[in-house]
């Protein structure tokens, strides 16, 4: 195996009720965890899906998280009804498995920079777990490697590389199943695709991006960025101080909970510098213009024994 490994890396896939990360809910992960000795270990778990209130938490009836129908066009795509997920967990049940599972191992899968790590990212946050995928793992996307190579869809990919065709395209376990045969064979194939994962990162990251979602780019000196909007391409700091009106729109908008995160601690820290400069200032020995405009205030023969 070419792959350097220092720690486990999880290869895994979502199935899931639509492609709104904001909105959607999981239905099927399937995760392959490869050890840095060359042995793997698998898992996959249906969920429940529940629905979603206006603040993007689940909706609670008699204490309950209500279960949410699974659209007829993507069970056409992944062949999972509603039926087949009512007696199992929900995500804000199964959360704590699957970060257990994922903690201390990087990941990997197909297309999932864009989509699978924003959506699990969001689908922690629902369960009120505190975990930050980003902040804890190297993420590396399979499909990057190939669209730098031959842009195609997973099955596409998996034919080219393996030379064998996708059955049960769209379920979890066989996407993942394929996705990391995809990326063992574009390693052995394309000399130019790093063998460790640092460097694997970021030969799969197209932009940095502070969400997992890329609402927000990072720039070359970790400035956080508008990636939409009026202001895209602007700091974040620097539309905020000016036009706190957007931050209010922004926050109570359709954008997921971890870009939500970031856009509170963006303000705070400048409602912080804010309460500091208030504080020096109010410490500062008075100023010569100061003082002579309390001359003029109060009367020229005034006694300013405070001062």
């Known amino acids: ?43 996959t778990y249906r969920v429940r899906p529940t629905l979603l209130g206006d603040d993007g938490m689940p909706v609670l009836r008699d204490g309950q998280e209500v279960q949410m129908h699974i659209p007829e066009q993507s069970s056409a795509v992944h062949h999972i009804l509603d039926e ?37 990212q969001e689908e922690i946050l629902r369960a009120g777990l505190d975990y930050d995928i980003k902040a804890n793992s190297r993420m590396v996307d399979a499909f990057v490697i190939f669209q730098k190579h031959t842009p195609r869809t997973l099955t596409a990919a998996y034919m080219h590389y393996c030379g064998k ?65 009026k202001y895209k391409g602007q700091p974040l700091r620097q539309v905020f101080a000016s036009d706190s009106g957007y931050y209010s729109w922004l926050i109570s908008g359709d954008f997921p909970l971890y870009t939500k ?18 504080r020096e200032r109010d410490k500062a020995p008075a100023t010569a213009d100061q003082l002579q405009q309390l001359k003029e205030k109060f009367g020229r023969g005034a006694q300013l024994s405070m001062f």
């Open 1 to 43: 195996m070419r792959l350097q490994l220092t720690r486990p890396l999880v290869f895994f896939d979502l199935e899931t009720t639509g492609v709104n990360v904001s909105r959607d809910r999981i239905v099927e992960i399937s995760m392959v965890r490869l050890l840095p000795d060359g042995s793997r270990e698998s898992a």
């Open 165 to 229: 065709d996708l059955a049960n395209a769209h379920s979890a376990n066989a996407d993942t199943e394929a996705t990391y045969e995809v990326l063992m064979a574009q390693l052995d194939k394309h000399a130019d695709v790093p063998d460790n994962i640092p460097e694997l990162e970021q030969y799969t990251t197209l932009q940095p991006t502070a969400d997992p979602a890329g609402r927000i780019l990072l720039n070359e000196k970790g400035d956080m960025l508008f990636n939409f909007g």
């Open 261 to 278: 995160r970031l856009f509170r601690r963006v303000m705070e820290d400048l409602k912080h510098e804010h309460r500091q400069q208030r």
């Open 84 to 120: 087949d997920v009512r007696e199992c967990r929900t995500f804000t049940q199964l959360a704590p498995v699957v970060v257990d599972y994922i903690r201390g191992c990087d990941l990997a899968g197909y297309n999932s920079n864009h989509f699978d790590v924003p959506l699990l």
